[in-house]
């Protein structure tokens, strides 16, 4: 008869790993972590609890591969639903044989196609690279500065009453750029 404690230290294994780490961890043969007390007086060495992990597999798991599902049978699936009028059995991508010629075709298509899309990679890329020039990003920028500068400067002519040019003027004289004598 199984203990309790067995019992749940082969739950634990069903189970999977917990996401804590202790020095005191075994690991079962799927990877997954085990918490053992080894002040306990029923403390059996690492490979018996390997051996029992072993005699009871995780439920619902492929016993070749434990990271895939279980497989129950070989399934034939056009058997299955070959009866139902949306069912394809016949040119089904995949099942398809095809010759030589219609394979060099297909491999000529992808490779044009992976060369245009290299090519608009390397473009986006460099255009995202660059700082400097007719970019996108300095277009953007300039339109955000232009629109921000005239609201400023119609607000200016609202309180003040100078007009844009006259505002211009007014900078370039108080910049130096022009003379004061008109």
Partial sequence: ?????????????????????????????????????????????????????????????????????????????????????DWITENVPGKIVLNDIQLAEQAAALDKLEEKWRKERQQQEYDDARLLGWTTTAETYNGRYAMFFLVVGLLTEYWTGITLPGQVEEMLRVGGVIGFDG
């Fill in 1 to 85: 008869m199984i203990s309790s404690r067995q019992l749940l230290i082969l739950t634990l294994a069903a189970v999977g790993s917990s996401a804590f780490t202790s020095p005191n961890l075994l690991t079962n043969t799927r990877g997954s972590a085990l918490f053992v007390d080894p002040e306990a007086s029923d403390f059996k060495a690492s490979s018996e609890l390997e051996e029992r992990a072993k005699n009871f597999p995780e439920p619902g798991r492929n016993p070749d591969r434990p990271e895939l599902p279980e497989v129950k049978g070989d399934f034939d699936w056009d058997e299955k639903f070959g009866g139902d009028d």
